[in-house]
């Protein structure tokens, strides 16, 4: 589809993507993704931008939860008035990993300016790691 790369381009913006995504007149989700939307912002109230952080593995729902992520935190920022913050999110590298899900994962913090955490370990580990730190 031509369109889909100006589409990508416009949606780089995190507040963009929100106001896009806030628009959906798709009855079967915009519920969906508006009760998704505001439980990202109010865990970015309670806890702040720091204090959340999205697994991220390169999976198709690992992406769709990455951005619903990146859109709230965006809104969260412009309604408090704070400058715009990186999300955070952790990725468990396992030995068995393909290395195109490693090159996906690594092109999508790099285009959209995720603040990665990687853990060379089992999920519970790196949870666990990443908790303490």
């Known amino acids: 589809w031509a369109g889909a790369a100006d589409d990508a381009a416009l949606y780089m913006d995190g507040l963009s993507l929100y106001d896009h995504l806030m628009a959906c007149d798709d009855s079967t989700i915009a519920g969906a993704i508006s009760k998704s939307l505001e439980t990202y912002k109010q865990a970015f109230r309670l806890y702040g931008p720091r204090g959340v952080i999205v697994s991220f593995n390169g999976g198709k729902d690992a992406v769709v939860i990455m951005h619903l992520a990146r859109a709230a935190l965006a809104k969260y920022c412009h309604d408090n008035g704070i400058p ?8 468990f590298l396992s030995e068995h990993e393909f290395p195109e899900v490693k090159a996906f ?10 603040e ?13 790691a990443s908790i303490a730190s």
């Open 84 to 91: 715009q913050q990186r999300l955070r999110v952790i990725y």
């Open 105 to 114: 994962v690594e092109s999508q913090v790099s285009l959209y300016d995720l």
């Open 116 to 128: 990665l955490q990687t853990y060379e370990t089992d999920f519970v580990s790196g949870l666990t």
